[in-house]
């Protein structure tokens, strides 16, 4: 079955700057690939997606991420971090197991933005 | 539209008692999920449905029993409630399996 890393629970960074949220994936087959941001005391939402086509993938609120199959990562990014970002973001891929495709997720990286 | 309806938001149990934590979706979506949030844990899948009279264990199922009467509804039961189980539930949809899922906002439950 496949799986997700997410490296790093906690990133912090100043409003302006870049952010870099990583997440490697375990896939002998391409997988699906999705980024999720949780907004506190609600539930998920998805930012983007990766489904075969374009490797690089543009979301909502700026945020793109770059399928990298040699590096079987899939990093979440956005040129200039905005107080409204902080949250917890989380990185799910497709798994099949039991004879189903499922999604399985990472323990997720919550993002603090400082002014 | 109102997506993936979870009941109830919130619940307190005691040690032993059971409940059930009911999910409804009304984009006529085939898969169905429950997941369990813990801090530094994610989501967990605790079970999963591909389509109505079909459910397969996912990642933590011990404890848990579900049920899909129809397309719209997916139930998650605890028989016998206990701390560990004490978590925020959510509930997700999605097209097949595998594709993109769509939350409710979740119940937390407090097993005390």
């Known amino acids: 079955a496949q799986s997700v890393t997410q490296l790093g629970s906690h990133v912090s960074v100043s409003e302006g700057a870049l952010v870099l949220l990583r997440c490697n994936y375990s896939?002998?087959?391409?997988?699906?690939l999705f980024w999720y941001v949780q907004y506190p005391n609600q539930g998920l939402q998805l930012l983007l997606k990766y489904t075969s086509a374009a490797t690089l993938v543009k979301g909502i609120n700026g945020f793109e991420a770059e399928f990298k199959k040699s590096e079987t990562s899939f990093h979440l990014t956005k040129p200039s971090a905005h107080m409204s970002d902080a949250a917890e973001y989380f990185c799910a891929v497709t798994s099949f197991s039991g004879g189903y495709n499922k999604l399985i997720f990472g323990a997720g990286t919550r993002l603090a933005v400082h002014p | 539209n109102a997506g993936v309806t979870q009941t109830p938001k919130f619940q307190v149990l005691k040690t032993g008692q059971s409940m059930t934590l009911q999910c409804a979706q009304d984009m006529n979506h085939n898969s169905m999920y429950w997941y369990r949030q813990d801090p530094g844990m994610g989501l967990r899948l605790i079970y999963y449905s591909a389509s109505e009279g079909t459910t397969d264990k996912g990642e933590v199922p011990n404890g848990y029993n579900v049920s899909r009467l129809n397309k719209r509804e997916f139930s998650l039961r605890l028989e016998s409630a206990a701390p560990s189980q004490t978590s925020v539930y959510f509930c997700?949809?999605?097209?097949?399996?595998?594709?993109?899922?769509?939350f409710g906002q979740g119940t937390r439950l407090t097993v005390v």
């Open positions: 997700a949809s999605s097209e097949r399996g595998g594709t993109e899922a769509f």
């Open positions: 896939s002998s087959v391409p997988p699906y």
